[in-house]
């Protein structure tokens, strides 16, 4: 993690670094950043994590992965807004977190969106399936919108790594999968009637309505 500091202060950016704990999230709530680089896997990171999502206004989340194991690996990454590897590029790392910081300051404008039992308010960044609410990372938000704004329509693995990406990704090959994962269990879309895949090319959002 002290490499990507110093790749981030060579950048130009403000980087503090503390350990996982209460120095850590007293450091955030006093000084609040734009994103968050937690270690995966630490033991201390899944309550980091409840209180970075419970915040009002939090930080983008990004892990800093060395390697996945299971399923539960998959599931917890998704609960950030992107992941890098530790010897990740300097310059990707540096693009991501820019990416990450104008996603999430960017103006969202008034706009709803429907699909299937899903809905979606832009503006208020909320999301009911069925009529519950379901919280979503930044990210997670930002694929659900490009489906559903999609809906009847396939959309590609490249379209969707740069509408919500947002650069040419050069990164872990998966990581569409592992949050098209994330988005399936959190919707309770488990046999996959929502989001399809469309093997080879991409996903599909069903525009079916409830009868």
């Not at 807004?81 to 530790?86: A, G």
Request: charged share 30%; glycine share 8%.
């Amino acid at each position: 993690m002290s490499s990507l500091g110093e790749a981030l202060r060579a950048a130009g950016m403000r980087v503090e670094i503390a350990p996982v704990g209460m120095r850590c999230l007293e450091q955030i709530h006093s000084r609040p950043p734009d994103v968050v680089l937690v270690e995966f896997g630490e033991p201390e990171t899944a309550v980091l994590l409840r209180e970075l999502l419970g915040m009002a206004t939090r930080p983008g989340i990004m892990f800093v992965v060395d390697a996945l194991g299971d399923n539960a690996d998959a599931d917890r990454l998704c609960l950030a807004d992107d992941h890098v590897r530790p010897d990740c590029d300097p310059g990707e790392l540096v693009l991501r977190l820019e990416v990450l910081v104008a996603r999430r300051r960017t103006s969202t404008g008034g706009a709803r969106f429907e699909a299937g039992r899903v809905q979606i308010d832009r503006d208020a960044r909320q999301v009911l399936v069925g009529g519950r609410p379901v919280s979503l990372s930044a990210t997670e938000f930002e694929l659900l919108l490009l489906l559903v704004r999609n809906a009847g329509r396939v959309v590609t693995k490249s379209a969707i790594l740069d509408h919500v990406w947002r650069y040419e990704f050069q990164g872990e090959s998966n990581i569409v999968e592992s949050y098209i994962y994330g988005l399936r269990r959190k919707l309770s879309d488990e046999d996959r009637s929502l989001i399809r895949t469309i093997r080879g090319i991409g996903y599909l959002f069903a525009d079916e309505r409830p009868s």
